[in-house]
């Protein structure tokens, strides 16, 4: 079906997964339903599952909140990584769909990007190209809190601070959530949380979603004169509602899709004062105290960067003035317009302090297993069309050996990108390992022993985070002593354990 033909959906989703680092951990499990713009389901849900990988232990937190142990019959019956990343990007990629999750554009959809990278799958794709786009509920729960708040019974935790916890909101609103970090329970209170959302308050509800084409951010953010607006954002403090009035910078990098913002809770007048470099050491600061303006020593930095195609909440200046905003966000309008003003006047010499800053700030990545170095720039298009046709042709193969066969005509490929190698050879070897020879298969015996038993060879690690078997070991013994976990969570920690120790078993031994 072609993209004009193909009716526009959301595709609610959610995962769970062997931890909390998008870059290294891997999802256990994906659910998903899909919806029409009425939120209405189409079709069946589904639910799928993937073995734990040989090259990355669980955390034995991600073990106590899901209640999958790694060796769970479910997960030992599922079916490959490789298996699911093709069947999830399929599912993803279908024209018109909006990607839609629970905390999806900081969490999900990342695990998804590297899901899709480890596999030689299109990491991007699906979340732009023929009418695709995506959107995170969080975010827009976030908005109506501010701006709509009559919408729902907001909960706060025991210290009576508010907190947006999908299974606290779903109690609190009495939505369906009868089985909280289940992947496809979080999906159908997702959409139960989405309906009450637009039902409140739909012109607020379009509003939002119409944030996910990046020439409508664009024409919010990026005005000829710098005009003010209203962003919503987890970065900003829940003590101010989580949102500030910003002005932009425009584009200041080769990035056409991140702006610069300042802050205009902070005067910039006194900034005009520091040069660059001052602006640079300013920019890192851990966040300031309450009475960050009156201790100018602490002060961070008042500049965020906000980027177009992430489907952020902006909205023009005068929502601040729907009922009861301002007070919300603790601000003065008066004093937001006069920073405004000063901002206006003194655009160029702000700029060039932010110019100033990017010089001192901006530099590269550094090394990092292949498999955790998606961001470390674009694949190029020729190693791109013949990954996208390896799979094309994968898809079709009819036997184990044929798939050996296309294994190995992928390791002899002579890829332009120098990390493509050794994301190819891992591929491999966690799917087709009799397609290795004897030296690729070694490479592959040792990076699993340097990875997770560091110090038993003279190899050196990856930098990455710290998931090897004596960590974990130590903090299993840490989580037993932990009573802000339940009993019956806790008690998950002696099978893990367990599991543990077999699997060191396994690698130092091979059997």
């Known amino acids: 079906m072609s993209v004009a033909t193909q009716p526009p ?21 994906f659910a998903a339903i899909r919806t029409d713009p009425a939120l209405e389901p189409i079709g069946e849900p589904v639910v799928w599952y993937a073995r734990p990988p040989d090259d990355c232990l669980a955390h034995p937190a991600a073990v106590m909140t899901t209640g999958l142990l790694p060796d769970d019959p479910v997960l030992a019956r599922a079916d490959s990584e490789a298996n699911l990343a093709n069947r999830v990007h399929r599912l993803v990629s279908q024209p018109n769909t909006c990607v839609v999750g629970f905390n999806n554009l900081r969490f999900d959809a990342p695990m998804l990007r590297f899901l899709f990278w480890r596999n030689l799958l299109d990491p991007y794709r699906h979340e732009w190209a023929d009418g695709n786009s995506r959107f995170d509920v969080l975010d827009a729960a976030r908005a109506y809190r501010l701006l709509a708040p009559a919408a729902l019974d907001w909960p706060v935790d025991g210290e009576g601070r508010p907190t947006l916890r999908l299974s606290e909101l779903s109690a609190a609103n009495g939505l369906t959530h009868e089985n909280a970090h289940d992947a496809l329970s979080d999906v159908e209170a997702t959409i139960e949380l989405a309906r009450a959302l637009r039902d409140a308050d739909p012109a607020l509800w379009e509003r939002l979603l119409a944030a996910r084409d990046k020439r409508e951010v664009a024409r919010v953010v990026d005005q000829p004169d710098h005009a003010p607006f209203l962003h919503v954002s987890p970065r900003l403090p829940a003590r101010i509602s989580s949102a500030s009035m910003f002005c932009s910078f425009g584009q200041v990098d080769g990035n056409r899709n991140r702006r610069e913002c300042w802050d205009l809770r902070f005067d910039p007048m006194p900034w005009l004062d520091l040069d660059g470099a001052e602006w640079a050491e300013r920019r890192f600061l851990k966040t300031p105290p309450i009475e960050a303006e009156c201790d100018w020593d602490q002060l961070r930095l008042p500049i965020k960067s906000i980027h177009l195609n992430r489907v952020p909440v902006v909205l023009p200046a005068e929502a601040l003035r729907r009922d009861g905003v301002a007070q919300r966000m603790v601000i003065d309008p008066a004093r937001i317009d006069a920073h405004a003003r000063f901002f206006h006047r003194h655009f160029d010499a702000l700029r060039e302090r932010l110019l100033g800053v990017l010089e001192h700030t901006e530099g590269d990545f550094p090394p990092r297993a292949a498999e955790q170095s998606l961001y470390a720039g674009f694949v190029p298009d020729a190693d791109r069309r013949h990954l996208d046709d390896w799979w094309g042709r994968a898809r079709g193969l009819r036997s184990r050996d044929e798939a050996v066969a296309h294994a190995r005509d992928l390791l002899a490929w002579p890829f332009e990108d120098p990390r493509l190698p050794e994301l190819v050879e891992g591929f491999v070897a966690r799917n087709l390992p009799e397609a290795l020879d004897e030296a690729a298969a070694e490479r592959w015996r040792a ?17 990455g985070p710290d998931r090897d078997f004596p960590t974990l070991f130590a903090e299993v013994e840490r989580l037993a002593g932990d009573e802000h976990w339940s009993a019956e969570q806790r008690a998950l920690l002696g099978p893990y354990r367990h599991w543990l120790e077999g699997r060191e078993r396994v690698l130092l031994t091979g059997g």
């Open 9 to 29: 959906s959301f595709l609610f989703f959610d995962l769970e997964t062997t931890g909390a680092d998008p870059a290294f951990d891997r999802p256990l499990q």
């Open 447 to 463: 990076r699993l022993v340097d990875r997770l038993h560091p110090g038993e060879r003279l190899g050196e690690a990856h930098p």
